[in-house]
């Protein structure tokens, strides 16, 4: 597979931008960041998903919370509200024991 260089990229670099949005590996992502740093608010998440990124196309903070909503759905994440804290009032998420098998699957 031949890969493109695009303008996002400095010359030579292979580009996997042609990959589009690969909205499934956000979610061993934010997986992962659970387990490592505990209840994170939804904003921690999003400043460190980068970081964390499987390729070097950019994750959409939309799409960390669209993969995070569907989580819990499924039991795998769950959230409450902090109104402890200064400020507005927001939400933490953290990893179940169902998130962890299957985080591990």
């Not at 934010?30 to 950019?58: F, I, K, P």
């Amino acid at each position: 597979m031949k890969h493109e260089v695009c303008p996002r990229h400095p010359s030579g670099y292979p580009c996997t931008c042609a990959m589009g949005n690969v909205y499934r590996f956000v979610e061993p992502v934010v997986l992962c960041m659970l387990r490592e740093n505990g209840a994170t608010h939804g904003y921690q998440l999003a400043a460190s998903l980068q970081q964390h990124a499987l390729t070097d196309a950019e994750i959409e903070g939309a799409a960390m919370y669209r993969t995070l909503r569907r989580l819990e759905e499924h039991g795998y994440v769950r959230s409450r509200w902090d109104i402890q804290s200064m400020g507005p009032a927001r939400r933490v998420y953290s990893l179940t024991r169902d998130g962890r098998k299957h985080l591990d699957e």
